[in-house]
DNA sequence: TCTGAAAATGGACCTTT
DNA sequence: AAAGGTCCATTTTCAGA
């Protein structure tokens, strides 16, 4: 799918803030509110947008420590690293999970409510894999920025 | 602000997709919708929920690659700091960034269109701070899991 | 919890390029 | 054809009773 200018403005608009009406949207890039709503129905069936979600602080909910930990495997076999890929994918506290090239294989970033819950993860997802070499804990003390935005200029 | 199950429920039905209308909503957790709309508006304004965006996809918009950087500051001095923080946080292409406990100080995940962007940012971003003794440089090859998902259960 | 007004969405239809 | 605009019906939101 190809994108001009008007698709751009909106892409921007509503990966800030996905609440303003499509009459609100119109105003700002010049067009109807009609032809708002035509253009954002198809970038949802092409993909383009992957959905609309509400974004809510982990803080509220308890989650008070983020921890990203860098995974090193023992065997990259396929299957075994589909089998891995698929247990981060269902554990909720992983918010990301990257298979990254050079000296780690995985980088995950969890979400937390304290130590312990980590220690009980850890143990889960990595020990009980026996596919994990070893693996490396990094403790975030401050969230300077954590967004999924996509730019879409530059 | 404390939360109940009616609460917990929809926090994660709207963290899954907040296009779902509150009689939806209210159908599934046996709520009215003017129930459901009271509630949200108050999670709105408390805080606990930061904001609805819609979520796009990096490729559609040419950003094929996802990288991952360590850096490892030369002085911990804070208004050193809190400059790169700011830098961090205006560079759109910086998706997340941590500060972190342990050897490495920041860790960014960044979102750029090829390799060459990347060695562009690098300049701006860490030779032009003076602060940077070092960085490390990881690039995701699969994204397994992208997403700011708040676990409501367990 | 119900009711109702105001707003937003999304289709139909016509016009322009 | 492809895309914009206007109009209109339906749905949704949201406040007051």
Same mark, same amino acid.
């Given at each position: ?57 982990? +803080?509220?909910?308890?989650? %008070? &420590?983020?921890?990203?930990?860098? =995974?090193?495997? @023992?065997?990259?076999?396929?299957? #075994? ?50 596919? +994990?070499?070893?693996?490396? %804990? &990094?403790?975030?003390?401050?969230? =300077?920025?954590? @967004?999924?935005?996509?730019?879409? #200029?530059?």
């Amino acid at each position: 799918m190809d994108l001009d200018a008007f698709d751009y403005a909106l892409l921007d608009a509503v990966q800030r803030d996905a609440t303003t009406s499509q009459q609100n949207l119109g105003e700002r890039v010049n067009l109807s509110a009609a032809a708002v709503n035509r253009r954002l129905k198809k970038m949802n069936s092409e993909g383009v947008i992957l959905g609309t979600v509400a974004r809510v602080d982990p +803080v509220a909910l308890g989650y %008070t &420590l983020t921890v990203i930990t860098e =995974v090193e495997v @023992e065997n990259e076999r396929l299957d #075994l690293l589909d089998e891995m890929k698929r247990a981060f994918l269902a554990c909720p506290q992983v918010q990301q999970c990257y298979y990254v090239a050079g000296e780690c294989d995985f980088l995950l970033i969890m979400l937390v409510k304290n130590m312990e819950q980590y220690t009980q993860l850890t143990r889960e997802l990595f020990f009980e894999s026996n596919n +994990v070499k070893r693996f490396k %804990t &990094l403790v975030s003390m401050s969230n =300077v920025k954590s @967004e999924l935005y996509v730019p879409v #200029l530059a």
